[in-house]
């Protein structure tokens, strides 16, 4: 009879499941799940006492969802996800991840697991104190394209600002190339938009992307706000989740994070495999610190459907305990005309993000930018 | 007319990319991907000159690959993927992650790319000198199953050291919970390694698992080194491929590493996003650093296919310039009577990896593992 030690407080988490497949088959792969994801071991040769009885998943329920779908909840030991975000992640989908017909609908986390995450610095009333927007949507925008030289950008940056865009973002594509250099990049554009601000008495910020190498990250960002940036672009899939948490909690760097999706897109387009849009851009995002979550509207140049979108707004925002709610950021192709069905869809809890198409509106890019926060602030 | 500054080499590199849908839909997907993996700007506002003419993606060749699948290559400036990893990544499969039909199938990357990179530090056969094992297969099995104390463990890896195998790994599930703490089994478990090899005369090492917070994997990794480990296991898809990198072209541990495919599924269990196989296991496993890649082995407990795990193998020693080949790793529900056809399609140039499997042969471990070990040389 194996006791663990120290003892099992009882408390577990869960995770509802999407398996694909009639109810025998779901059953039988939410089974293998529970293994799978913890002991990964001959059910048959575990030692009898806490290991089977206690530290394996457990299947809490199953709920027909819709078609050849059943949603299965499972619950694992609080133990057995070790305090942190990365063998959280393990746990809710490490094997299972390489097994065909099932993804990750819902996390359902006591405050056992809560506690143990500080989650958005600011969230939606922190972020709104720091650019002075009580109530209004919020606007950002990102300068690019890639091949421009970092005055350039600057300019782009001036303007937008000079213009009323609330946060400046670098484009996800820009790192440390040749033709803009990240040091270079981010003081010039930093400085660009605290020039504005000067001048204008706006409360722009500027983000540059830390999607970088891994030893370069922390240090790039403590260089960022030397030189006046205001926040940081985080791109998840291609750093890891828990480095946007490291970055996050950091009470000397204490700035602003936006999630970009780059090459996250694995984990959601896919119905059968991966998370859903609910839980990765708006839980998971939430957990990892970010204080907004950038995802392609519906009906702009990806495939998101409304529903997805919807989803994402509500994960952004349903109860997670202490871990505020966020600012769902839809773009991806966004345009002037997308406003209003956008505001009647979402509220005012979002941040508008437009690229490329804040180009085309007006002659000059402060003047188009002036005119998306004339029209957004009126409506 | 916009020149980017300094002017661009010339030298591009090459992805594949597989995308689902007739020739002309295939082509409208690809013309899509060369500017979402660039510039992401509407290409009628691009200025004249070198964006356009260099910076974007280029269609290189179409090939029909089968039924409803066009492989397109697309080439892109080296300039473009900036010298890093991340970077490299966002490139190939940034935002396009994000769009369904579409995957990456093969990188071809020129010495202004791989020249960036160390590539594993041991490779085939620095591993085999360390391991002392010139020609043969060689054997891995895993610490577990989660729940058990860090003195089970380290019984465990004292009787797979001592029966033979040659690396003994942590369960991928195991990290720093309270049943077996992260340090305490570390320095227990190395320790029985060492025992055993001093009393067999072998050269077992020991693997803690790295899936660990961001901010503790390059801590924990010198302390895994300083109490006499001798390699990491890693998985990139917890805490990003570049750490991983990180890890490996650090002097002062130059110890061997393993990738781990946690939470790395989603890549490829869908046929329509992500990456190969072959990629996503070969190329970029090696390009991050690792010496052996752990993957599903068909007929086990996954869904992998034989086709796909050859593919694996193939991509694990290809040409890839002055990269190693690294050692194919197969595990996923393995047992004694796939040696032979193991053998037969992969060769000698692998690694087994038995889990649960090897405590089912014989009455105690170091006699299971001992089996095991005769069995593979004899073959």
């Not at 990102?142 to 940056?157: C, H, N, R, V, W």
Request: charged residues 20%.
């Amino acid at each position: 009879m194996h006791l663990v030690t120290p003892p099992l407080s009882g408390e577990r988490f869960q995770v509802i499941y999407r398996i694909n497949g009639s109810y025998d088959e779901a059953m039988a792969k939410a089974q293998d799940a529970c293994i799978e994801q913890t002991v990964e071991f001959p059910a048959d040769l575990l030692p009898a006492g806490d290991i089977p009885n206690h530290i394996i998943g457990r299947i809490e329920g199953v709920n027909k969802s819709f078609n050849d779908f059943n949603d299965i909840t499972i619950s694992y030991p609080v133990e057995d996800a070790g305090g942190d975000l990365v063998q959280l992640l393990n746990v809710i989908f490490g094997n299972t991840s390489i097994k065909p017909g099932i993804r990750v609908e819902k996390l359902i986390l006591p405050t056992a697991i809560l506690s143990k995450f500080q989650g958005p610095r600011f969230g939606r009333n922190g972020l709104r104190s720091l650019l002075k927007a009580p109530a209004r949507p919020m606007l950002c925008s990102a300068i690019k394209p890639m091949g421009l030289t970092s005055e350039q950008f600057a300019d782009q940056a001036f303007q937008f600002a000079s213009g009323g865009i609330d946060i400046i973002k670098d484009d996800h594509g820009l790192a440390d190339q040749p033709f803009s250099p990240f040091r270079e990049r981010v003081a010039r554009c930093a400085e660009a938009v605290q020039r504005a601000n000067a001048k204008s008495g706006s409360h722009s910020i500027y983000m540059p992307s830390l999607g970088s190498r891994a030893d370069q990250i922390i240090e790039k960002a403590y260089y960022a706000k030397s030189v006046g940036a205001g926040g940081f672009l985080v791109p998840p899939g291609l750093v890891g989740f828990d480095i946007m948490r490291v970055l996050a909690d950091d009470n000397s760097l204490a700035l602003p994070i936006m999630m970009h999706p780059s090459m996250i897109g694995s984990f959601v387009t896919c119905p059968t495999t991966g998370f859903s849009h609910y839980t990765l851009f708006g839980q998971l995002t939430r957990l990892a610190g970010a204080d907004a979550t950038i995802y392609p509207n519906w009906g702009g140049r990806f495939a998101f459907s409304r529903e997805e979108c919807i989803s994402i707004a509500a994960g952004s925002q349903e109860d997670l305990g202490h871990i505020k709610p966020i600012f769902p950021t839809p773009g991806g192709g966004m345009t002037i005309d997308r406003i209003p069905e956008m505001l009647d869809v979402y509220g005012k809890d979002l941040i508008f993000l437009m690229g490329g198409g804040l180009h085309r509106i007006k002659p000059t890019l402060v003047e188009s930018s002036a005119y998306f926060r004339n029209l957004v602030e009126n409506m």
